[in-house]
């Protein structure tokens, strides 16, 4: 099985401040598995289906960019750019997904979007009438092309 994580984890993620880090994912049967994120470690090893669990500690906000690694053997995942902050999930208003583009103040408004440390994570829609096993959906950086 190939070492990979669970989740809405990337590059430019947010994780949110206060609460432990839970990292999940998936490797082979007994591997074991070890996360750093900046001075914390954390280890762990896969289940017999491959599912591993690892928990680092609470972060507050601050701090500036930092990398998140994962490790299993000689395989490494590493994700830049992750901030800790305040997480917020909306939804359920279709109006959520207008953006910017076809506004009449569009250039006005993207001009003045330039916030590097403002993240958003749009998940797609998936209708099934079981929730997905795992999504792929990028973290943005706020920037007036994102």
Known sequence: MKFRLHGLF???MVLQQGLPV????WAAAGAAVSVELDSAKAHGSAEQDGRWTVTLPSFTVGGGALELRAMCGDEVITLHNVLIGEVWVCAGQSNMEATVGGAPDQDQVLAQTDWPELRLLKIPRIPNPEPPE???APWHACTPES
């Open 10 to 12: 990337g590059d430019n």
């Open 22 to 25: 839970t990292v999940r994912g």
């Open 134 to 136: 795992n999504i792929e």
